[in-house]
Nanobody, 128 residues
Framework: QVQLVESGGGLVQPGGSLRLSCEASGFTLDHSTIGWFRQAPGKEREGVSCISSTDGSTSTYYAESVKGRYTISGDNSKNTVYLQMNNVKPEDTAVYYC???????????????????WGQGTQVTVSS
């Protein structure tokens, strides 16, 4: 049974940092694509960052809005994908979701939303 459990959300001040975790079960990260999406009130869901690992080769994608501030990484030993968020801004406020897919590129997942499973989401609020 595939499960994705997000954690690490919370309240952070502008300019601060936060690390989100997505713990996967029921499958291994190798040969899968994992993505972080976010949805703010009244806005469409946005693909923030995606990562795909196959036999030691890793591909990543970042939305322009987070490039240079966010870093996605995976720890196969913990079957967990992280999203390190630095220099956060009020416009980063949203519910952040983790998603998983197979046979999809990071671009297909993050840009076109090609996913198979979703987590329940974790709230990130950037405010002073």
């Amino acid at each position: 049974q595939v499960q994705l459990v997000e954690s690490g959300g919370g309240l952070v001040q502008p300019g601060g940092s936060l690390r989100l975790s997505c713990e996967a079960s029921g499958f291994t990260l190798d040969h899968s694509t994992i993505g972080w999406f976010r949805q703010a009130p009244g806005k469409e869901r946005e693909g923030v960052s995606c990562i795909s690992s196959t036999d030691g080769s890793t591909s990543t994608y970042y939305a322009e809005s987070v490039k240079g501030r966010y870093t996605i990484s995976g720890d196969n030993s913990k079957n967990t994908v992280y999203l390190q968020m630095n220099n956060v801004k009020p416009e980063d406020t949203a519910v952040y979701y983790c998603a998983a897919g197979w046979g999809v590129t990071v671009q297909a997942m993050c840009i076109r939303g090609k996913t198979n499973y979703w987590g329940q989401g974790t709230q990130v609020t950037v405010s002073s």
